[in-house]
């Protein structure tokens, strides 16, 4: 089967990574006041960051509604493909999967996945898939072989300040204040698709940052060396590269793949955030 990956923009892949995995995605609308635009089309991490300082506010994001995917869908089938996997940002976070699965279902060999994942965290899957594709698997082993990784993907990050939680009403303001006043900086992971809080660390960024990587590398420690992510709001080279050593280190994981966060997920995390995604059911 000739088939197609396709996802959100949520996905945060580089251009690079889209050429050679052959992704689509479906742009995810990001709202800046009045005006509307299209995640990793005509909106950068730097508008984002502009509009929260000269505003006060957090710019909206928004799905995209099932006709559209439904022509997104179609474009490919009428190229030829057999048949289309698509997948979601975490259905309890947003209406994308809605969406799409609303759309899928009036098209032959179109399949939604819902990850419950957001960024590189659903990516893993997408580029797992096309793996499977490669291999020769058709549609329906791919997305059954998908859907059993799921439950073991290892989405978190460390945020560097909770002004955009607060904002999104993700957090009190008391919280808000505690948390810059003791310079308290929380590990955000998915439970369940789900967003939860996890450990909190105490002290700078470049130090706090350290302490995540390996916190989360000692607590999933059984990871898929295959591939990594390492996807941020435009963190200081110096840490990443540090990030990058630690991971080379503790588990050699055979790929090291480093992008950087579109516009719908910095609208909700902020400048400085850092994580480190993969999926942890290796032996």
């Not at 089309?41 to 509604?65: C, H, W």
């Not at 291999?135 to 997305?143: F, L, P, S, T």
């Not at 290892?154 to 810059?180: E, P, V």
């Not at 967003?195 to 059984?222: A, Q, R, W």
Request: proline residues 2%; aromatic residues 8%; hydrophobic residues 40%.
């Amino acid at each position: 089967m000739k088939i197609k990956i396709t996802g959100d923009s949520t996905l945060d892949l580089s251009k690079e990574l889209l050429e050679k995995y052959k992704i689509s995605l479906m742009p995810l609308e990001v709202s800046l006041g009045e005006d509307t635009y299209l995640d990793g089309v005509n909106i950068t991490r730097e508008d984002i960051y502009n509009f929260e300082k000269q505003t006060g506010k957090l710019p909206k994001t928004a799905a995209r509604s099932a006709y559209v995917y439904k022509e997104f869908f179609e474009s490919f089938l009428n190229q030829g493909y057999d048949a289309v996997i698509h997948f979601n940002i975490s259905s309890l976070i947003s209406a994308s999967h809605q969406s799409a699965s609303q759309a899928a279902k009036d098209l032959n060999n179109v399949y939604a996945i819902d990850t419950l994942a957001l960024s590189t965290g659903s990516s893993l899957l997408a580029l797992y898939a096309w793996e499977l594709a490669q291999e020769g698997k058709d549609a329906e082993e791919i997305v059954e072989l998908v859907k059993n990784r799921i439950p073991y993907v290892q989405t978190s990050f460390i945020i560097d300040t909770l002004n955009y939680l607060y904002k999104g009403g993700r957090c009190s303001k008391l919280q808000l204040l505690g948390a810059n006043l003791l310079k308290i900086k929380p590990t955000i992971i998915m439970k369940n698709g789900k967003l939860d809080v996890g450990k909190k660390f105490k002290g700078p960024m470049h130090k706090v940052i350290i302490e995540y990587v390996n916190h989360i590398l000692d607590s999933y420690n059984t990871p898929d060396l295959s591939r990594v992510f390492i996807t941020h709001t435009d963190a200081p080279d110096e840490i990443v590269q540090e990030v990058k050593n630690i991971l080379k280190e503790k588990f050699a994981f055979k790929e090291i793949l480093e992008t950087t966060a579109g516009a719908t997920i910095t609208s909700h995390c902020g400048r400085g955030t850092l994580g480190i995604l993969y999926i942890n059911d290796g032996q």
